[in-house]
C-alpha cells in the first residue's frame, strides 16, 4: 500500500501541446506516455480544442472541479460531462474534441493499455463510512474534497486529492469519512487470454 500525496505529483506537458497534466500514479514506474500499461491523471482545462490520441489505449473520464465539459467522440453522441456525472469510458485514439459549458475545468483521466489492461472507474459520495472492495490488480482511491481516513495496519488519513494504491489484495478498505466527501476508486486488472 503507498500513500500518494498530491504536493508530490509530477507535472508534464500535454502530448499535444495544449496544456498541463499532473500524474498521480503510472506502471511501470516513470513509464512515458508511449510506454504505461496504466496511468491515472488530472488536467486542468482551459479551453476547449481536440484530445492527445493515444494509439491502443481506452481511456475513462472525469470531471473534478468546474461547470464541465462536452466531448464529441467519433462515433458516438456528444457527452456532456459535469462534476455530479458518471465517469465517461471512451477509446483514447478516437478523434475527440471537446468544448467547455463554462469555464475551465480539472478532470481526472484513467487510462489502460488495451488488450493487456482494464479499468474502471467509480465516484462515491460518501457520509458514513464505507468499505471498497481491492480484488484488483491495483486499487487507487483518491480523496475529493474534505478528509477520509483509511482502515490499515497503521490508519492513513488522505486530504483533499490525495491517493492510495495498493497492490492486489482480497480484503477490502474500509474509508471513514471526516466529513461528506467524494472519493474516485480506480480498479485495474490484466487481461488474461482466457477472458
Known sequence: ?????AAGYKSMPWKNGGGVTTE????????????FDWRVSMARV????PFS???????TL??????????????????????????????????TGAELIA?????????????????SVERLVISAP?????????TLVLCLGGEVVVSAAEPVRLGHLDALLTASATAG??????DDTTVFVVRINCIRAND
Not at 467522440?73 to 477509446?91: D, H, K, N
Not at 489502460?112 to 489492461?117: E, K, L
Open 173 to 178: 478498505l474500509r474509508i471513514q469519512p471526516i
Open 53 to 59: 490520441s493515444f494509439a491502443g489505449i481506452d481511456r
Open 1 to 5: 500500500m503507498r500513500v500518494l500525496r
Open 62 to 95: 472525469s470531471v473534478l472541479e468546474g461547470e464541465g465539459i462536452v466531448l464529441d467522440v467519433a462515433g458516438q453522441p456528444p457527452a456532456r460531462l459535469t462534476a455530479t456525472s458518471a465517469p465517461f469510458f471512451f477509446p483514447a485514439d478516437r478523434p
Open 103 to 119: 469555464g475551465p475545468i480539472t478532470d481526472l483521466n484513467v487510462m489502460t493499455r488495451r488488450g493487456r489492461m482494464r479499468h
Open 24 to 35: 498521480i500514479a503510472v506502471s511501470p514506474a516513470d513509464a512515458g506516455l508511449d510506454a
Open 46 to 49: 482551459e479551453s476547449g480544442g
Open 130 to 138: 464505507a468499505e471498497i472492495g481491492t480484488e484488483s490488480r491495483a
